[in-house]
């Protein structure tokens, strides 16, 4: 493994978790509207390669839904 690749793997992990603490946080309905901010963050090109993956989409979707879940629960 070539040093530019693992830090593509490493920035791709970062937006990768920025994704999922976005979803986590409850106040995002889903991946669309969590894929434009870190199309901000982190750029169009490096986000939108995470979002292509359907999987990965899924289980933004998820993630936001147990979170919203959670927070009509808890009252926050």
Not at 43 to 67: E, I, K, P, Y
């Amino acid at each position: 493994m070539t040093a530019e690749n693992l830090l593509t793997g490493c920035h791709r992990e970062s937006i990768r978790q920025a994704a999922y603490n976005l979803a986590d946080s409850g106040r995002h309905a889903g991946w669309q509207s969590i894929e434009g901010i870190l199309c901000s963050r982190y750029g169009v090109l490096a986000a939108r390669r995470l979002f292509v993956d359907g999987s990965f989409c899924q289980t933004v979707n998820q993630r936001c839904s147990m979170a919203q879940r959670k927070r009509r629960t808890s009252g926050a």
